[in-house]
C-alpha cells in the first residue's frame, strides 16, 4: 500500500486566517481524497480530487472555503479559509489503491486543526 | 439517502470475541470495508468483503449479507490494543468511487 505523509501534524491558527494542508504520497494515484472528522465523530468526505480536473465537493463543502490542488499524481493540497472556531477538525487526505479492483482507501496520519 | 448504522460504543472482556454490527441502505454497493482507527491516529484498513459470506484474517474476520443489508466484524481472543474505533464503509454510489463511512463503533476492552 501507498505511504501517504501530510503536513503539517498540528496548527494552531487564529480566526479569520486560511492553511493549506499538503498530501505527499509516495507513488503515483489517480484518486486522492480529503476528509474530515470532528472530535468523537466518523469520517465526512469534503472532496476527490483527481489529477488533470477540478476537484468534486460534496453536499455541504464549497471550493472558495476548501480549495483543493492537485497538480500532479503524487500530491495534493486542501486549504481551510477564512478560518472560524467551527472548522477545528482533522483533516485527512486518502488515496485509492492503486488495485483498482477493490477500491480500497489508505489514509494519511491526519492533521490536527484547532482555530481559536 | 445513504445511511450506514453501527452501535456507538461497545465494551468487551480481554481474551473474549466481540461482533460489532454494520447495516447499511445506500443507493448501490460495490464493496464493503472496515477500518481501525485509535485515538489521534489514522484509519487503518482491516477488511474488504463484496460477496456475501465471511472472510476471516487471523483474528479478524468480517461478514456480509447483501440482500439483508449488514455486516460484522468479528474480533477474536480479544487484547487490550484492540481498544479503537472500528468503522464501516460502504463504496460503490453509482458514477463514483466515494465511500459513505458510518458513524464508527467505540470499543473498550477491558482487563
Known amino acids: 500500500s501507498a505511504v501517504i505523509s501530510q503536513k503539517p501534524s498540528r496548527d494552531i491558527c487564529q480566526r479569520g486566517t486560511s492553511l493549506t494542508i499538503q498530501c505527499q504520497v509516495d507513488s503515483q494515484v489517480t484518486m486522492m481524497f480529503w476528509y474530515r472528522q470532528q472530535p468523537g465523530q466518523s469520517l465526512t468526505l469534503i472532496a476527490t480530487a483527481n489529477q488533470g480536473s477540478e476537484a468534486t465537493y460534496e453536499s455541504g463543502f464549497v471550493i472558495d472555503k476548501f480549495p483543493i490542488s492537485r497538480p500532479n499524481l503524487t500530491f495534493s493540497t486542501l486549504t481551510v479559509s477564512n478560518m472560524s472556531p467551527e472548522d477545528s477538525s482533522i483533516y485527512l487526505c486518502?488515496?485509492?489503491?492503486?488495485?483498482?479492483?477493490?477500491?480500497?482507501?489508505?489514509f494519511g496520519p491526519g492533521t490536527r486543526l484547532t482555530v481559536l | 439517502g445513504q445511511n450506514i448504522d453501527q452501535p456507538t460504543e461497545m465494551t468487551a472482556t480481554e481474551g473474549a470475541i466481540v461482533q460489532i454490527n454494520c447495516t447499511y441502505q445506500t443507493s448501490g454497493f460495490n464493496g464493503l470495508f472496515w477500518y481501525q482507527q485509535h485515538a489521534g491516529e489514522a484509519p487503518t484498513f482491516l477488511s474488504y468483503?463484496?460477496?456475501?459470506g465471511l472472510e476471516e484474517k487471523g483474528r479478524f474476520s468480517s461478514f456480509l449479507s447483501r440482500s439483508k443489508g449488514y455486516s460484522y466484524l468479528l474480533l477474536k481472543e480479544l487484547q487490550m490494543k484492540d481498544s479503537a474505533s472500528y468503522l464501516c464503509a460502504v463504496t460503490g454510489l453509482p458514477g463514483t468511487y466515494k465511500y459513505i463511512f458510518g458513524t464508527g463503533t467505540r470499543l473498550k476492552v477491558l482487563a
Open positions: 468483503n463484496v460477496l456475501d
Open positions: 486518502s488515496v485509492e489503491d492503486n488495485d483498482r479492483t477493490t477500491d480500497t482507501q489508505y
